[in-house]
């Protein structure tokens, strides 16, 4: 019997289609076809992108837009948002509408052009949080913008057109509908329980176990109760912050440690698996509140979304969240890696 789940923060509802239910290996990601060629992002062609607005790890004195870094952030080629102009707002009859106004960023997470994050040490991954928060202190210095989203596209499937590893940014002059559905159902919870609807599901879930996936000393790995997809999956601090921007050094090592672990946990289970996530934070007028829990959403694209879900806003995955757990927190990572390099 098929059942239907309700997110306690936002109140949308999927569906677990249990006599569906798949394992890791039901899922068959196509190979992708390597494009090859020339790699806009690759060191040496620094020329061919805008100039940087950040770099790590060239050594003193080298300049900037030359060889050398082990990241860098530039703004995007083709932005969907503009950062030049002053921000106007106006009204057609009953339509609201403002110029496109905001920041396009392309966080190039490593100079090696077949590197993953999964395959990454986390010395290195270390920088890629670095300069998510740099970035976003930087742009939260500029009065036209409300709110900075954080995402990557993994893979073909997922919407990445370049295969060289890269994350992207986008500064809004909005705060969006999500992320306000988000932060008004924490609002409702806590004025109700004075306490943060985050930190209740990580209790919960740290003592029932049945969903988490891996856990360190500052952040627990979950699959989330009522998943978009097949192993969707949230990495949460268990200290109560609402704002990226407040995590300290000792939150970045533990950060990079479990977020190495859950996607090498994820590519042992489904080789190639395409993935998005995003970085869910407080909007940049409001750092700190006590209804609301930074965190990052991890979304494996396994399913397509089609006209059920489009027309009912309910979504459908055939993988029970305590079953994808249970697979995940199972896989021995020293046998799937040593396989690995014995079989390279």
Request: aromatic share 10%.
């Amino acid at each position: 019997m098929p059942e239907l789940r309700r997110d306690p923060i936002v109140g949308r509802w999927v569906i677990i289609a249990k006599e569906r239910a798949k394992r890791p290996h039901d899922f068959i990601v196509p190979e992708e076809k390597v494009k090859g060629g020339f790699c806009p992002l690759c060191p040496g062609h620094e020329y061919t992108t805008p100039p940087e607005v950040l770099a790590y790890g060239r050594p003193p004195g080298a300049p900037p837009n030359s060889p050398g870094w082990t990241l860098r952030v530039v703004p995007n080629k083709f932005p969907a948002l503009r950062i030049e102009g002053d921000l106007w707002k106006e009204g057609e009859g009953l339509y609201d509408k403002m110029n496109g106004v905001g920041a396009h960023e392309v966080i190039i997470e490593t100079p090696h052009h077949h590197e993953t994050l999964s395959t990454m040490p986390p010395d290195r991954l270390v920088q890629v949080f670095w300069a998510y928060r740099d970035r976003m202190v930087d742009l939260s210095r500029d009065p036209r913008f409300r709110y900075v989203i954080i995402f990557k596209n993994h893979g073909r499937a997922a919407g990445a057109s370049l295969e060289h590893a890269h994350s992207q940014l986008i500064a809004l002059p909005i705060v969006p509908l999500l992320v306000s559905q988000e932060l008004k159902g924490a609002k409702i919870h806590y004025d109700y329980k004075e306490r943060c609807i985050f930190c209740d599901i990580i209790r919960q879930e740290l003592q029932t176990g049945n969903r988490v996936i891996c856990e360190n000393h500052e952040f627990v790995a979950i699959c989330a109760f009522a998943p978009r997809q097949p192993f969707e999956m949230w990495i949460l601090p268990k200290r109560h912050h609402s704002d990226f921007r407040t995590i300290d050094d000792a939150q970045f090592r533990a950060l990079a440690d479990i977020f190495s672990e859950v996607l090498r946990r994820l590519e042992a289970a489904i080789p190639r698996c395409p993935y998005n996530f995003v970085l869910h934070t407080a909007p940049l007028r409001e750092p700190y509140l006590e209804h609301y829990h930074w965190h990052f959403e991890i979304l494996p694209k396994l399913t397509q979304i089609a006209g059920f879900e489009w027309g009912t806003g309910f979504y459908i995955t055939p993988t029970a969240p305590e079953d994808a757990a249970r697979f995940l927190r199972e896989i021995n990572l020293s046998e799937t890696e040593g396989g690995k390099e014995n079989a390279g």
